[in-house]
């Protein structure tokens, strides 16, 4: 048995070595040999696949339609650990049936998953399983044949599907490539060697997302992965624990979103990180990471892509001109990020406009920057020891410093220059009572256009401008159908609008039924035009029905394309939620955390788990409902644990309101809060 | 299906080859892939029908069973036309008669029409053979209609990945073809490859390509061919005029699941959990003093797994399983209890009429 094997292994490398020269037609003797080897490697490793029923369970995730049918797992030791595909376990059964080559049928139970390469350890209680035998990650070698097995098709015997080992190091450094077809009937189960022995387990998976349904829309299409076995087995003893791995983390964020472009300058290593315990700082540049120089952050991805907590990573850096090393322990959880909070509302200059530091609006009441005497009027021209030349890089600064910490800020005040020492402060959860509007100044005369409102009350097309032939800004209110789609909007824009400012930008999110349009324009259109507001009110394709999980990127693409248009700050663009639409607003802002800074909830509760808090994402959530509303006191709670996450949040109460739309003190407290955003 | 259609891209290794030679036998012993090719690539047809609208192919493919012009294909909606169009691989051209069609096998047998004397390759259905998973394989079709000059149909490889039965179930395989069928592990099915050849390395006959079809069991669309095997009396019996269709077991019958429910859990003395999701688990809520249920120890909280080997998926499952029961049936439970599974058997007791 052995012998004809090695035999057959023989001639298939004779085969391999002849053809670098020529083509030549296999012979049919190879290509019969090949035939037998493929089906002696599979029954070669049948016996460590099992095949797994669920019972129970949801029947989609993430609008992705789930199958009933079984699937395969990986017997990796005799007394009954069994790994499989995360993928096989996303309905959530209410139980697992393992049945082995032998016919014995048992109960699963999930220690724990492997999240970074989105795989299972089941256990079931039985002894003399037939363990895999693993193939050494080394020996492994792109173009070599590789065999998918399952066990999902039929009950009796395996599924295979041929073809070749078409690339190593996939996915961020986690997966061997196959263009054997690899789908939910193999999934769990494993790609081996032409002599059974066990290249890895299949799974699903994609280099652009880390979702468990991710990379199924290519499944049978010659793209299909394989967690390396070795690298399941060095982390087995980890999973037994019955704890799930998370992702390793070593705790710092580059300046550059640019994979491809960027480079390896540290723009923040993060507090209590392991990066932070070791020494290392804001501005150090990364040379090399477990030896392998890198210049780009996709490198260093690449590097750490296959890391779990618990896993070591080498590191060298250079500071000036001063190089330092370090072996990190990386950990699955870092402390979360909190800002500092000086207590200053920056001044809304005018964009073009380059000035020295930056000039103070308006001072919180008891805030660090008021204990040293900051007045409105005051410049800040440098924060600890860097000079300010906006706003933003201001907020970025005083970000960095952690609260409770001390930070010098130099003032100029009347011509004369002082150096202060503020110890920061966490964001306040409440509002100031009162906040005085920024001044802007009227725009040049042509610089807009002004919407015609009809004699009927109706506002003008958006079409109607282009038959003028004038693009600028429109402003006033006005509206638009979406062409190729059912969406709509509405828009109002400051009638004193001046491109040469930084307007808030607020989308409006309707609650099923009703687009509340004429109440939201009636109590928002004086607030807007006073703290510069501009109004995006977004229209569901299904007004009756509401916000569907596919119009997420109508609303995306509107904001966007208004930011183009207008001459929006950033840092406060708000979604707005009331009532059922809430739960779709909270879905957008953490999806899309590169756009919205801001979220406001009336009367609706956040039912999605937040992200974690990220520097490079400022996030801050206003929840605003009426003191005799049913859901009064769970807003309230919702906002205590946003702040436990470390996030800057409002929760203002109206009194003797019940569940509606908020009244005009609550509108004036979201304008307030809106005109807020800025702060630092 | 966009996503078929990108497969067909990049997944698929179409081989084309000019045929020089017609073979005019079978018999010839092939010996490599190249060779089986060409010797199969003749016995292979295009057939144009009906269709080109809503999305339905107007083009399919067909094999020769006869020297004398007999050809196998699927039963489709491409034969519903007045003139069926069959264009050999050299791109001769013929109109053929649809003879007979076995609607249940899915297989259609058509006769060239004006095609006395000519011989023409086949393939004698009654030597198909069978072959298991992991055997190399070639499927023969006019998929996308490719093919569209005077020129052979394409050719893929691939492996057998499974031996499996179908059965033609709402909701899990859309199909009207119920039985064994051969898996295949390369993009064989596809818009009009459907009444294509699946053969072995060798040129040896396995299996129709059938139509497409998606398997709700893992939400994929399926490869795979219905075994000659399973074809080839049929076959036979139309050729010789011999064929008399079998009754349709489903034509009077309908969906097994619009049946009355014949027996309750009630019947054995349990009760269910409330049904409230589609696949709420069926774990047994309470069972009555004295009954059946409580007689072998079924407990609150078991987790019923299996009905007659049958898996038992949700609550509903559970009643459709039992509801199918007949009078004097065994009724045998395994149920998880705790981390255990516990087998239980229960006589099904007598209904009176009329209930």
Redesign the interface.
Same mark, same amino acid.
């Not at chain 2, 688990?281 to 004295?290: C, E, Y």
């Given at each position: 048995m052995m012998k004809s094997a090695s035999l057959m292994l023989l001639l298939l490398s004779c085969f391999a070595s002849t053809s670098a020269f020529a083509w030549q037609? +296999?012979?049919?003797e190879l290509?019969e040999a090949?035939?037998q080897a493929?089906?002696r490697a599979?029954s070669q490793v049948a016996p460590s696949l099992v095949r797994i029923?669920?019972?129970?369970?949801?029947?989609q995730v993430q609008n992705f339609?789930?199958?009933?049918? +079984?699937t395969t797992g990986l017997v990796l030791s005799a007394d009954g650990y069994v790994i499989s595909s995360s993928f096989n376990f996303l309905?959530k +059964?209410?139980?697992i049936?393992v049945t082995t080559t032998d016919g014995r049928?048992?109960?699963a139970?999930v220690i724990a998953n492997d999240t970074v390469r989105s795989l299972t350890l089941l256990k079931v209680?039985a002894d003399g399983l037939v363990p895999a035998r693993a193939a050494v990650k080394e020996s492994i070698k792109v173009g070599q044949w590789a065999?998918?097995v399952g066990r999902?098709?039929?009950a009796n015997? +395996?599924?295979?599907?041929?073809g070749i080992v078409s690339a190593l190091n996939r996915v961020w450094g986690k997966a061997i490539q196959t263009?054997?077809?690899v789908?939910?009937?193999n999934y769990g189960g494993v790609l081996v060697d032409v002599d059974g022995t066990v290249l890895g387990v299949l799974v699903p998976l994609s280099p652009q997302d880390n979702s468990t349904v991710a990379g199924v829309?290519w499944?049978?299409?010659?793209i299909g992965f394989a967690i390396p076995l070795t690298d399941v087995l060095a982390t087995l003893d980890r999973l037994k624990q019955g704890k799930d791995l998370r992702a390793g983390l070593a705790g710092f964020t580059f300046s550059s979103t640019d994979m491809f472009g960027g480079d390896t300058k540290i723009d923040r290593v993060r507090y209590d990180s392991p990066m932070y315990r070791a020494g290392f700082k804001d501005g150090d540049q990364i040379l090399e990471l477990d030896g392998h120089k890198v210049t780009r952050p996709a490198q260093v991805k690449h590097v750490l892509g296959s890391k779990i907590e618990g896993d070591k990573l080498a590191i060298t850096i250079k500071r000036g001109a001063e190089t330092k090393q370090a072996d990190l322990t990386l950990v699955g959880e870092l402390p979360p990020f909190e800002a500092g909070f000086l207590g200053v509302l920056p001044t809304r200059e005018k964009l073009a406009g380059v000035a020295e530091g930056v000039g103070v609006r308006w001072v919180y009441p008891d805030s660090p920057a008021a204990k040293i005497g900051l007045q409105p009027r005051d410049r800040i021209v440098k924060f600890r020891d860097q000079a300010i030349t906006s706003a933003a890089q201001l907020i970025d600064q005083v970000s960095r410093v952690r609260p409770t910490e001390k930070a010098s800020v130099v003032v100029r005040r009347d011509g004369k220059e002082e150096t202060l020492e503020a110890t920061l402060a966490g964001y306040p959860a409440d509002l100031p009572k009162e906040l005085p509007t920024s001044p802007i100044e009227a725009a040049a005369e042509g610089e807009v256009k002004k919407a015609v409102e009809k004699p009927d009350g109706k506002v003008e097309a958006e079409g109607d401008k282009k038959a003028e032939g004038s693009d600028k800004p429109r402003t006033g209110r006005f509206g638009e159908e979406v062409a190729d789609s059912k969406n709509a909007w509405w828009a109002f824009v400051p009638e004193s609008y001046n491109p040469a400012y930084g307007y808030s930008l607020l989308a409006w999110l309707h609650p099923p039924g009703d687009t509340l349009e004429a109440t939201v324009y009636d109590s928002w259109k004086l607030e807007a035009e006073r703290r510069g507001i501009i109004l995006l009110g977004l229209k569901a394709a299904n007004v009756g029905a509401g916000w569907q999980a596919n119009e997420a990127e109508f609303v995306h693409e509107t904001v966007v394309s208004f930011q183009k248009k207008y001459s929006v700050d950033a840092g406060r663009v708000v979604l707005h939620g009331y009532d059922k639409s809430g739960p779709f607003a909270t879905h957008l802002a953490f999806k899309h955390r590169d756009v919205f800074r801001g979220l406001i909830l009336a009367a609706s509760l956040i039912t999605e788990r937040p992200p974690e808090n990220l520097p490079e994402y400022r996030l801050q959530f206003q929840l605003i409902c009426g003191s005799k509303d049913p859901a009064h006191a769970f807003l309230d709670r919702n906002a205590n644990s946003l702040r436990a996450l470390k996030y800057p949040a409002n929760f203002t109460s109206l009194p003797d309101l019940e569940h509606r739309y908020p009244n005009a003190d609550g509108v004036d407290a979201m304008a307030r809060w809106i005109d807020s955003l800025d702060r630092l | 299906m966009s996503?078929k259609c &990108?497969?067909m891209q990049?997944?698929i290794c179409i081989l084309q080859f000019a045929i020089c030679n017609a073979f005019l036998t079978s018999e010839t012993s092939a010996?490599?892939? &190249?060779e089986t090719i060409a010797a199969v690539q003749p016995k292979v047809v295009k057939i144009f029908g009906a269709g080109g609208i809503k999305g339905l192919a107007s083009h399919g493919t067909g094999f020769f069973v006869s020297k004398e012009g007999h050809i196998a294909t699927i039963w489709s909606h491409v034969l519903d036309a007045d003139v069926v169009g069959v264009v050999l691989s050299d791109g001769r051209r013929f109109t053929a008669k649809v003879l007979g069609a076995e609607p249940q096998l899915a297989l259609a047998v058509l006769k060239l029409n004006n095609a006395d004397g000519i011989e023409f390759p086949f393939f004698h259905a009654d030597e198909a053979i069978s072959a298991?998973?992991?055997?190399?394989v070639l499927g023969f079709s006019n998929m996308f209609n490719v093919a569209a000059g005077d020129e052979p149909v394409s050719v893929v490889h691939?492996?057998?990945?499974?031996?499996?039965?179908i059965e033609a179930r709402r909701g899990v395989f859309d199909s009207p073809y119920s039985g064994p069928v051969f898996?295949v592990?390369?993009?064989t099915n596809n818009s009009g490859a459907a009444g294509g050849v699946l053969t072995t390395?060798?040129g040896l006959l396995l299996g129709m390509i059938g139509l497409e079809l998606r *398997?709700?069991?893992? *939400?994929?669309?399926m *490869?795979y061919a219905i075994p000659v095997k399973e074809l080839s009396s049929s076959i036979g019996q139309i050729i010789s005029g011999k064929f008399e269709q079998k009754r349709d077991p489903r034509s009077d019958d309908t969906e097994p699941s619009a049946k009355p429910r014949r027996y309750k859990p009630l019947d054995f003395g349990f009760l269910l959990v409330p049904d409230v999701?589609?696949?709420?688990?069926?774990?047994i809520d309470s069972t009555l003093p004295d009954s059946a249920a409580a007689k072998v120890g079924l407990k609150p909280d078991d987790?019923v #797994?299996f009905v007659n080997d049958e #898996?038992?998926?949700?609550c509903r499952a559970l009643q459709d399983a039992i509801g199918r029961l007949e009078s004097g049936d065994q009724l045998r439970l395994?149920v998880?209890r705790g *981390?255990? #599974?516990v087998n239980v058997e229960m006589l099904v007791p007598k209904k009176r009429e009329k209930e």
């Amino acid at each position: 048995m052995m012998k004809s094997a090695s035999l057959m292994l023989l001639l298939l490398s004779c085969f391999a070595s002849t053809s670098a020269f020529a083509w030549q037609a +296999p012979t049919r003797e190879l290509e019969e040999a090949e035939e037998q080897a493929f089906k002696r490697a599979v029954s070669q490793v049948a016996p460590s696949l099992v095949r797994i029923e669920t019972v129970g369970g949801l029947d989609q995730v993430q609008n992705f339609l789930l199958g009933n049918g +079984p699937t395969t797992g990986l017997v990796l030791s005799a007394d009954g650990y069994v790994i499989s595909s995360s993928f096989n376990f996303l309905s959530k +059964p209410a139980s697992i049936l393992v049945t082995t080559t032998d016919g014995r049928r048992m109960t699963a139970k999930v220690i724990a998953n492997d999240t970074v390469r989105s795989l299972t350890l089941l256990k079931v209680e039985a002894d003399g399983l037939v363990p895999a035998r693993a193939a050494v990650k080394e020996s492994i070698k792109v173009g070599q044949w590789a065999i998918a097995v399952g066990r999902a098709l039929d009950a009796n015997a +395996p599924n295979v599907s041929v073809g070749i080992v078409s690339a190593l190091n996939r996915v961020w450094g986690k997966a061997i490539q196959t263009d054997a077809k690899v789908s939910p009937v193999n999934y769990g189960g494993v790609l081996v060697d032409v002599d059974g022995t066990v290249l890895g387990v299949l799974v699903p998976l994609s280099p652009q997302d880390n979702s468990t349904v991710a990379g199924v829309e290519w499944y049978d299409s010659g793209i299909g992965f394989a967690i390396p076995l070795t690298d399941v087995l060095a982390t087995l003893d980890r999973l037994k624990q019955g704890k799930d791995l998370r992702a390793g983390l070593a705790g710092f964020t580059f300046s550059s979103t640019d994979m491809f472009g960027g480079d390896t300058k540290i723009d923040r290593v993060r507090y209590d990180s392991p990066m932070y315990r070791a020494g290392f700082k804001d501005g150090d540049q990364i040379l090399e990471l477990d030896g392998h120089k890198v210049t780009r952050p996709a490198q260093v991805k690449h590097v750490l892509g296959s890391k779990i907590e618990g896993d070591k990573l080498a590191i060298t850096i250079k500071r000036g001109a001063e190089t330092k090393q370090a072996d990190l322990t990386l950990v699955g959880e870092l402390p979360p990020f909190e800002a500092g909070f000086l207590g200053v509302l920056p001044t809304r200059e005018k964009l073009a406009g380059v000035a020295e530091g930056v000039g103070v609006r308006w001072v919180y009441p008891d805030s660090p920057a008021a204990k040293i005497g900051l007045q409105p009027r005051d410049r800040i021209v440098k924060f600890r020891d860097q000079a300010i030349t906006s706003a933003a890089q201001l907020i970025d600064q005083v970000s960095r410093v952690r609260p409770t910490e001390k930070a010098s800020v130099v003032v100029r005040r009347d011509g004369k220059e002082e150096t202060l020492e503020a110890t920061l402060a966490g964001y306040p959860a409440d509002l100031p009572k009162e906040l005085p509007t920024s001044p802007i100044e009227a725009a040049a005369e042509g610089e807009v256009k002004k919407a015609v409102e009809k004699p009927d009350g109706k506002v003008e097309a958006e079409g109607d401008k282009k038959a003028e032939g004038s693009d600028k800004p429109r402003t006033g209110r006005f509206g638009e159908e979406v062409a190729d789609s059912k969406n709509a909007w509405w828009a109002f824009v400051p009638e004193s609008y001046n491109p040469a400012y930084g307007y808030s930008l607020l989308a409006w999110l309707h609650p099923p039924g009703d687009t509340l349009e004429a109440t939201v324009y009636d109590s928002w259109k004086l607030e807007a035009e006073r703290r510069g507001i501009i109004l995006l009110g977004l229209k569901a394709a299904n007004v009756g029905a509401g916000w569907q999980a596919n119009e997420a990127e109508f609303v995306h693409e509107t904001v966007v394309s208004f930011q183009k248009k207008y001459s929006v700050d950033a840092g406060r663009v708000v979604l707005h939620g009331y009532d059922k639409s809430g739960p779709f607003a909270t879905h957008l802002a953490f999806k899309h955390r590169d756009v919205f800074r801001g979220l406001i909830l009336a009367a609706s509760l956040i039912t999605e788990r937040p992200p974690e808090n990220l520097p490079e994402y400022r996030l801050q959530f206003q929840l605003i409902c009426g003191s005799k509303d049913p859901a009064h006191a769970f807003l309230d709670r919702n906002a205590n644990s946003l702040r436990a996450l470390k996030y800057p949040a409002n929760f203002t109460s109206l009194p003797d309101l019940e569940h509606r739309y908020p009244n005009a003190d609550g509108v004036d407290a979201m304008a307030r809060w809106i005109d807020s955003l800025d702060r630092l | 299906m966009s996503i078929k259609c &990108r497969l067909m891209q990049f997944a698929i290794c179409i081989l084309q080859f000019a045929i020089c030679n017609a073979f005019l036998t079978s018999e010839t012993s092939a010996q490599t892939t &190249r060779e089986t090719i060409a010797a199969v690539q003749p016995k292979v047809v295009k057939i144009f029908g009906a269709g080109g609208i809503k999305g339905l192919a107007s083009h399919g493919t067909g094999f020769f069973v006869s020297k004398e012009g007999h050809i196998a294909t699927i039963w489709s909606h491409v034969l519903d036309a007045d003139v069926v169009g069959v264009v050999l691989s050299d791109g001769r051209r013929f109109t053929a008669k649809v003879l007979g069609a076995e609607p249940q096998l899915a297989l259609a047998v058509l006769k060239l029409n004006n095609a006395d004397g000519i011989e023409f390759p086949f393939f004698h259905a009654d030597e198909a053979i069978s072959a298991g998973s992991g055997t190399r394989v070639l499927g023969f079709s006019n998929m996308f209609n490719v093919a569209a000059g005077d020129e052979p149909v394409s050719v893929v490889h691939g492996v057998i990945a499974a031996k499996t039965t179908i059965e033609a179930r709402r909701g899990v395989f859309d199909s009207p073809y119920s039985g064994p069928v051969f898996v295949v592990d390369g993009v064989t099915n596809n818009s009009g490859a459907a009444g294509g050849v699946l053969t072995t390395r060798d040129g040896l006959l396995l299996g129709m390509i059938g139509l497409e079809l998606r *398997n709700a069991k893992s *939400n994929t669309w399926m *490869n795979y061919a219905i075994p000659v095997k399973e074809l080839s009396s049929s076959i036979g019996q139309i050729i010789s005029g011999k064929f008399e269709q079998k009754r349709d077991p489903r034509s009077d019958d309908t969906e097994p699941s619009a049946k009355p429910r014949r027996y309750k859990p009630l019947d054995f003395g349990f009760l269910l959990v409330p049904d409230v999701v589609d696949r709420t688990p069926a774990f047994i809520d309470s069972t009555l003093p004295d009954s059946a249920a409580a007689k072998v120890g079924l407990k609150p909280d078991d987790l019923v #797994l299996f009905v007659n080997d049958e #898996l038992i998926q949700s609550c509903r499952a559970l009643q459709d399983a039992i509801g199918r029961l007949e009078s004097g049936d065994q009724l045998r439970l395994v149920v998880r209890r705790g *981390n255990e #599974l516990v087998n239980v058997e229960m006589l099904v007791p007598k209904k009176r009429e009329k209930e």
